[in-house]
């Protein structure tokens, strides 16, 4: 009590280390196997290094917002058919054609795929006979050119999700990309420098 009073007529820091002394002292003889591991983290924390926060096993919050993302990135898309569609008649032909290379989007309401070709002119004639068939069955894709592949994307808008024509459409591409000779990845025309030509001798 004697140390309470003298240390309230002193200034707070007086208070506290009049304060800090008993009680350490206290610490250490009650418990001397884990005073030295106390005084550590004293210093530590004084010391202005990281928080325990940053050195726990605990992710920081952009690292659970990364792990978070990649797991529904990760997550397999689950079909979703139109209003009035009944998915179970659908189901073995959309199997069909996820085994031929298609793919469900990332909201399940449509099928896409990636068809590659050794040439541009290929590759633009391929559009133009989807674009003819999609013109005559009046459903029609999102296309994006590249110099030498195709990405088809299929889906229906209304009503909104997956229906028999975008399976339909997906079977007439298929056969159109063969018709028009597409490739394997690895054999479709690449975005680079051609090759030089020969220069002739003695020039």
Known sequence: MNTVSRALQRPSRSLTSQLRRPI???HQRAFPSSSASIATSHHTLRSGSPSLLRTSNYPSPSQAHRTFS???TTMAAVPKFARGIDGSKLKPELDS??????ALDQDGMGVKKTYYFKTYFKAVSFVNVVASQSATKKHHPTITVRIGSVDIHWTTHQPRGLTDKDLTMAQHCDEAAELMGAVQKEEGKKCGPSSPTPS???L
Do not use: A, D, K, T
């Open 97 to 102: 054609l996820l085994e031929q290379g298609w």
């Open 24 to 26: 350490r002292q206290y």
């Open 200 to 202: 002739s001798p003695g």
């Open 70 to 72: 990649h797991s529904l």
